[in-house]
């Protein structure tokens, strides 16, 4: 009789962190916070985040919400009113 091999499932948690891009010198390219992978709001491929969601208020981008393709952790990016202003 053959054996079959039990698959552990594990529970991963998915973190999330919120990064202020007003906060955020030079050219807005930000570190992961849990992985450290570059992220750069930029990027139109996708090749390391992915869009989650987009929240606007008046027709303004309030909020992203991207995931790193790395670590899979959610990362919620605001300040976008303050460089609305500054450009």
Known sequence: MEKKKRQKTRAKL????KVDLARIEGNRDFPCPECGVRLSPEDET????SIKEIKTRRDRLEELVIQCHTCKSLIHLAGFKLLDSME
Do not use: I, S
């Open 46 to 49: 996708e090749a390391t985040y």
């Open 14 to 17: 998915l973190l999330e962190y």
